[in-house]
């Protein structure tokens, strides 16, 4: 079965330092990998993706995320918080061998403070 | 183009009654999609739809609950003899072809059953 773990409930960090939002990620095939963001009172948006290539991938608003199969992680990170990243950040998972549905995680509060 | 829109914005319910929303997606999207989400969880898959083929249904999903998208358009998500467990934000995505694009969502349909 796919499941996806998002170990922290919230992340704080100050404005201007790098941020890390952990993701590990269960599946029976090859993973397919999205972060999404959620701000107040406005829907999710699609943040970046991995599908296959390198593990390295690059998205929206300076985020990027690095997939690393053999700790079956997916964190996401920015090298310079800034204070409208504050938001709710949901990481997704696919399998390659099923349908076209996402499994999420339970989410991450990010807070950047001045 | 507006983006993926949902009707109503809100839904308040009395238990037993039944309620109905409407998504309308981004007009060249074939795939439209419908989650739930609760507080403090992550968006949970209710169904989806090619075109107007339902593709795959939750098998979380009760009989109390039925989609549709009769013309490849918009689509309805139909609850009957709705239960207070039902309250959650009710989210709709489309997406071009598949969802390796990225869903685009809209800003849900929150119920609450009382």
């Known amino acids: 079965a796919q499941s996806v773990a998002q170990p922290e409930d919230q992340v704080n960090v100050a404005e201007g330092n790098p941020l890390t939002v952990k993701c590990t990620y269960s599946?029976?095939?090859?993973?397919?990998l999205f972060w999404y963001v959620q701000y107040p009172n406005r829907g999710l948006q699609f943040l970046l993706k991995?599908?296959?290539?390198?593990?390295l991938v690059k998205g929206s608003y300076g985020f990027e995320a690095e997939f690393n199969k053999s700790q079956t992680s997916f964190h996401l990170k920015k090298p310079s918080a800034l204070v409208s990243d504050s938001a709710l950040y949901f990481c997704a998972v696919r399998d390659d061998r099923n349908t076209d549905k996402l499994i999420f995680g339970t989410g991450t509060r990010l807070q950047v403070f001045p | 183009d507006t983006g993926v829109s949902q009707d109503p914005r809100h839904k308040i319910t009395k238990r037993g009654q039944n309620v109905t929303f409407r998504c309308d997606p981004i007009?060249?999207?074939?795939?439209l999609y419908w989650y739930r989400q609760t507080l403090g969880q992550g968006p949970e898959f209710l169904t989806y739809?090619?075109?107007?083929?339902?593709?795959?249904k939750s098998r979380l999903l009760s009989d109390r609950f039925s989609a549709e998208r009769p013309k490849g358009s918009f689509s309805t998500l139909e609850i009957q003899r709705t239960e207070q467990g039902d309250s959650a934000m009710y989210l709709c995505a489309s997406s071009p072809v598949d969802g390796l694009y990225g869903y685009t969502f809209g800003s849900g349909t929150r119920l609450t059953v009382v």
């Open positions: 599946v029976s095939g090859n993973p397919y």
């Open positions: 739809f090619q075109n107007e083929a339902q593709l795959e």
């Open positions: 991995y599908i296959t290539g390198d593990n």
């Open positions: 007009s060249e999207h074939n795939r």
